[in-house]
Structures are given as structure tokens and as C-alpha cells.
């Protein structure tokens, strides 16, 4: 099984609203604003944290709530990145295997604390008197703890595609992209989501760690979830432990069912196995967006776009 989608003529769908985009277009519309908030704290001078950073509060946990999860999301988009570049030069290339995956052995066995004692000066110096210099060392911090299970998930599956369907598209005359794209990734996509969710869990071990930075003698503390739990911690406050650890699980239950159950439910048709599953995966919310209207028609001029380099008939088309 290969796959491959016909290049066809498809009518782009209806403009008018229906009922499923008045529930869709709000969440949309949220998830942006939210986004657009955490990311302008993210930018503020760094003399904003020189006030107490963390009110244990639990008025504040949202705020700090959001601002540790979009650390954590940035971390996963960096780490998809590096997962697909150095997976794909490992497997590709049998003389950067032999280096590439060696290293990657040793990075996954450094602690995470030893990332931060030397990335930590670089950031700040990189982005001087503002908070991103923190943010962005508190983002590399959790990448470190999501990025090496993830490369190893991709390259596994890159050195193991089964022959038939490497044979299929060489019959068809794929190029290197193509059988990348419409091969070879959707071939790696199911265990690779599962690999995110872990790597994702994973990350919180390490938040704690990662949103307090120390430059010498001077700890810049960055609001979330973390630095508030350590500072519950610090003063034995045993009410502000059980609200973090509230706001946590509230947290992963909703990127669980906005993010991850989305993506296994679409990852599964990638699934390659003999036989069909017992129970193939669902999400309410994928079955919402792919009954909309108007969102399928923003991003139709999108995925034709995306079509005509190759990418569309195999991971972007998530409407059919």
C-alpha cells in the first residue's frame, strides 16, 4: 500500500457558515488570541521579573498555566524540526548514521541540567534585557527532554520500510521528495504521534527545572506552572500544591483532546498493518473541523499550494 492520491479537480467547498463553523471559528478565534497574549508576555523587558514573578494565587494559575504550556508546544515545534532533519540524514546516509546516531545516544543521557548550565548565558546574550533570552533557554530545556526519543521513533521507521511498498514507489518513479512525503513520513506518522505525547508528558518533568534560570549569583524566575509548584513547594504551602497540580491535569486534558487526540485519529489512516484495527481512534474535534465550512475553505488555497509541490496527497490532507 502506497500513499497516493490521483490528482483531481476538487470544487472548493461552500463559503457560507454552517453550524459546525459557529463552534469552530470561536475555538479557532481563542486559541489564537491566547497564543497572541502568552507571546507578547514573552517579549517583555526582562526587569519585569525583577518583582516577585510567582503569587501563589490560584487567581494566576491560568495565566501561568498558558504561558508553561506554550513553552512546552514550542519545544515540541523544535523538536519536530530537528526530528525530521537529523532522522532523515541518519537513515539516508549510512557514513552520518554511523556518527549521527551515536550522538544522539549521548545527548539523550545528558541531564537536562547540563544543557542549561551553558545555554543559559547564550540565550540571554542573544536576546539582551528582554525575557525571550529566558524564554528561549527554558524552551531549549524542555526540547532536550522531548527531541531524542522522537528522532529515534523516525529514523526506526525510516530504516524499516517494508519492501513491497518501497518496491511500489520506485515502480511509480517517485523522486527522492515524493517518496519522502507521500511515503516514507506518513509511513513514520503513527508512531512518531505516540512518541510526541510521551516526549510531551515527559516535559513536565522538567519544567520545574526549566522556568528558573541562574546566571551566577541572580536566578530569573519565569511565571508557570512550574515556578509556581516550586514556590508552593518552597513555603510548604500544601493548597497551592494541590491547585498546580489541578491546573496541570486541566492542562493535559485539554491539549489531550484538542492536539493529540486530533492527530492520533488522523495519523491512523497512515497505519500499515495486515490486518484492520479492532477500533480505529476518534476525535470530536477533527469530526467537528472536518464537517466546517468556512475553515475547509481558508485552508483550500493552502493545501493546493502545498499540492503542487508534492506535500498535499499525503500528510495535509486532513479534510478527507
Not at 152 to 159: A, C, D, G, N
Amino acid at each position: 500500500m502506497v500513499w497516493t492520491h490521483t490528482s483531481v479537480s476538487v470544487k472548493a467547498p461552500a463559503a457560507a457558515p454552517n453550524r459546525w463553523d459557529l463552534v469552530a471559528l470561536p475555538l479557532v478565534v481563542g486559541l489564537l488570541a491566547l497564543a497572541a497574549v502568552g507571546g507578547h508576555q514573552m517579549t517583555a523587558p526582562l526587569a519585569s521579573l525583577d518583582a516577585p514573578a510567582v503569587s501563589l494565587d490560584p487567581w494566576n494559575l491560568p495565566d501561568y498555566a498558558l504561558r508553561s504550556t506554550l513553552r512546552m508546544l514550542a519545544a515540541m515545534a523544535a523538536s519536530l524540526l530537528f526530528t525530521f532533519v537529523y532522522a532523515t540524514l541518519a537513515a539516508k546516509s549510512r557514513r552520518a548514521g554511523m556518527v549521527l546516531i551515536p550522538v544522539l545516544d549521548v545527548l539523550q543521557s545528558v541531564p537536562v541540567l547540563g544543557y542549561i548550565s551553558f545555554t543559559v548565558v547564550f540565550f540571554l546574550s542573544l536576546f539582551p534585557g528582554s525575557v525571550l533570552g529566558a524564554e528561549c533557554a527554558a524552551i531549549f530545556a524542555i526540547f532536550t527532554s522531548q527531541a531524542w526519543n522522537m528522532t529515534f521513533s523516525v529514523y526506526q521507521s525510516l530504516r524499516s520500510v517494508p519492501r513491497d511498498l518501497d518496491e511500489a514507489a520506485t515502480s511509480f518513479r517517485f523522486s527522492g521528495w515524493q517518496r519522502f512525503w507521500r511515503l516514507e513520513a506518513p509511513f513514520a506518522m503513527p508512531g512518531l504521534v505516540w512518541n510526541m505525547m510521551m516526549s510531551m508528558s515527559g516535559g513536565w518533568f522538567f519544567v520545574v527545572a526549566s522556568e528558573a534560570i541562574t546566571v551566577g549569583d541572580h536566578t530569573v524566575t519565569l511565571p508557570g506552572i512550574g515556578s509556581y509548584l516550586a514556590e508552593a513547594i518552597a513555603q510548604k504551602d500544601l493548597g497551592a500544591v494541590g491547585w498546580a497540580v489541578l491546573a496541570m491535569l486541566a492542562v493535559i486534558l485539554l491539549y489531550d483532546q484538542f492536539l493529540f487526540r486530533p492527530l492520533v485519529a488522523w495519523a491512523d489512516k497512515f497505519r500499515f498493518e495486515q490486518t484492520g484495527a479492532q477500533e480505529a481512534p476518534e476525535s470530536w474535534v477533527l469530526r467537528l473541523f472536518q464537517r466546517t465550512r468556512v475553515c475547509r475553505s481558508l485552508l483550500a488555497p493552502v493545501e493546493s499550494l502545498l499540492g503542487r509541490v508534492g506535500w498535499r496527497p499525503a500528510l495535509l490532507t486532513i479534510w478527507h
